[in-house]
């Protein structure tokens, strides 16, 4: 009998992941060991070549456009995920705090975030021209910011955390709203006030938000491929050239498909492990604590 009631309690179950299942069978696992496969051959977008081992791996690890795009794809993430979670941070702190204008506030921090990536491309291109942007007005200059090798990608990082903060926003607002407000009266009976509730019940209560968002931004920042193949071109000299516009020019323009699979392959162990380690450094801090 116990064992015929577990089959009547799982057999929803699976109908009700039967979906999800067949979706990431069909759209992720199937297509992942298909390029995996494919880096394995010496194939274009034409045809399929034959079977050539790690020699696309080999190449890679010799390949120094492919460091120099990780290095790039790094220092992009180096300029945006810390900047973006405590601006996100900051950004909910001043909503919940004035609650008047809270909510004036958080569309106004949000709404760049519902942009397509063609309209933040262009608004940051028209702000940044060199004889007639807004940026160049104000700081009383005429610099091509874009084809600065020193400044183009922190132009493009800036880009990015005015367009993408809000939804960072919206996840520690979502957190500060979740905090009981019983402690913040309890802690100001014992005279507790401003960085004082901060430091001890606000940051404590929003920690795990606040390592989910860093590892939600790791990961986009280490995918980012539009704003710098709108924006530059993946100049000057390529050093705004990311990853995935190496491996996109690898297999659409080289029209090769098989050492283009080899880089995505890769890439995606690095984004795997750099995820893991970050996921582990959060636990072994939040042990500490």
């Known amino acids: 009998m116990r064992t015929l009631h577990r089959r009547r309690e799982t057999l929803p179950a699976m109908l009700l992941l039967a979906p ?16 995996f496969w494919l880096s394995l051959t010496d194939s274009s977008l034409t045809r ?6 790690l020699a696309n791996y080999v190449t890679l690890v010799q390949d120094p456009s492919f460091w120099a795009a990780l290095g790039n794809t790094f220092y992009f993430s180096l300029l945006t995920v810390l900047p973006l979670t405590v601006l996100g941070l900051v950004m909910a702190l001043l ?22 990536i063609s309209v933040m491309t262009l608004i ?51 957190g500060l709203r979740n905090i009981p407000r019983e402690l913040y009266e309890a802690a100001a009976l014992d005279g507790a006030r401003g960085w004082a509730l901060f430091r001890h019940i ?3 209560q929003l ?15 280490l995918k980012i491929f539009g704003q710098t193949y709108i924006m ?19 297999a659409f323009t080289q ?15 690095v984004v795997v492990l750099l995820s893991l380690l970050q996921g582990a450094i959060a636990r072994r801090l939040g042990g500490a604590k």
């Open 255 to 269: 029209s090769d498909a098989g050492y283009a699979a080899a880089i995505a392959t890769a890439f995606v162990i």
């Open 95 to 116: 909503v919940d705090r004035f609650t008047r204008a809270g909510p004036w506030l958080q569309g106004a921090f949000f709404l760049p975030f519902v942009l397509p």
């Open 20 to 35: 999800f299942l067949a979706a990431f069978l069909l759209f992720f696992l199937v297509p992942a060991l298909q390029t």
């Open 202 to 204: 606000t940051w404590p």
């Open 124 to 174: 940051a291109d028209w702000m940044l021209q060199p004889s007639s942007g807004v940026v160049n007005y104000l700081l009383g200059m005429q610099r091509a910011w874009f084809a600065d090798v020193h400044w183009a990608m922190p132009m493009v990082a800036i880009g990015t955390i005015w367009w993408t903060v809000g939804f960072n926003m919206l996840m520690f607002l979502a």
């Open 207 to 221: 920690r795990p938000v606040a390592w989910t968002a860093l590892v939600l931004q790791l990961i986009a920042s």
């Open 48 to 53: 399929t070549s034959a079977f050539v081992g």
């Open 232 to 250: 530059t071109t993946g100049g000057p000299y390529n050093t705004t050239r990311v990853t995935l516009h190496y491996m996109y020019e690898t």
